[in-house]
């Protein structure tokens, strides 16, 4: 077993989930909200590491679950990206408050 106990895990995990979701709910520039997200996640990725390892029945359940976590956070930044750089290129801002519309 490790030195490290699953609480101290557990409290990072919450820490980022926090400063993450803080992050999304109160930032304005959608780069930084899209940063926020990623780091949500990776709050989640850590939490079922730590839960693999700590597990009854010891496997990579949880590792495999976080690669496929991580695959996702990829396509979402990648697609968040896209959508990012063709609305600035109608409207030249990244601010969250003026991208409201659809269409002009």
Do not use: W
């Not at 709050?43 to 976080?66: C, D, E, M, R, W």
């Amino acid at each position: 077993m490790s030195s490290v106990p699953l609480s101290m895990y557990l409290m990072l995990a919450l820490i980022l989930f926090c400063i993450g979701l803080f992050g999304a709910l109160t930032k304005k520039n959608a780069v930084i909200v899209l940063i926020s997200i990623e780091l949500m996640l990776n709050a989640v990725n850590i939490n079922l590491v730590a839960f693999s390892k700590y597990s009854l029945h010891p496997g990579l359940s949880g590792q495999i679950f976080t690669l496929f976590t991580i695959a996702v956070a990829a396509a979402e930044a990648a697609v968040g990206l896209a959508i990012l750089i063709a609305l600035y290129r109608n409207r030249p801002t990244v601010s969250v408050d003026e991208m409201d519309t659809m269409k002009h």
